[in-house]
């Protein structure tokens, strides 16, 4: 199971974009709490927004997030409401982010995730990849 960020590589002071976090499963999963780390001088998280992952095939699900700027996370729980998994790649969420401070370079990474599968099994991840963006005046 691996994960994915897609988002502009450069960014004005000032300007807000979308930062978009997808995930390709290798099984079905059915939970995926995770937290996320960046600079809150560089960077600021206004909103966070559910994807469509968990939603697969019409089921309902559930979605909570967090942001806390003091420390630069953001934690999120995204837990679909069968008991069947998602199992086709997916957008997990949607970070709507403005750039902060020009003339510096700017990550946004995965700390933790825990995703689980059917039945409550634990489901080994990739390599988490790292977002980088140039931050220019």
Do not use: C, H, N
């Not at 978009?20 to 909103?47: H, N």
């Not at 729980?77 to 510096?104: F, M, N, P, Y």
């Amino acid at each position: 199971t691996g994960f994915t960020w897609q988002g502009p590589t450069t960014a004005a002071v000032g300007s807000s974009f979308s930062l978009v976090l997808s995930v390709q499963p290798d099984q079905p999963i059915t939970s995926i709490p995770l937290s996320i780390g960046y600079d809150p001088k560089l960077l600021e998280i206004s909103a966070v927004t559910e994807g469509d992952f968990m939603r697969q095939g019409g089921q309902a699900s559930s979605f909570a997030s967090r942001v806390d700027t003091a420390s630069g996370r953001v934690f999120i729980t995204a837990t679909r409401g069968s008991t069947d998994g998602a199992s086709a790649t997916g957008t997990v969420a949607t970070l709507t982010v403005k750039a902060l401070t020009g003339g510096q370079s700017a990550s946004v990474q995965i700390v933790a995730v825990s995703p689980l599968g059917v039945g409550g099994r634990a489901i080994t991840t990739q390599t988490l990849p790292t977002y980088t963006l140039s931050i220019t005046q």
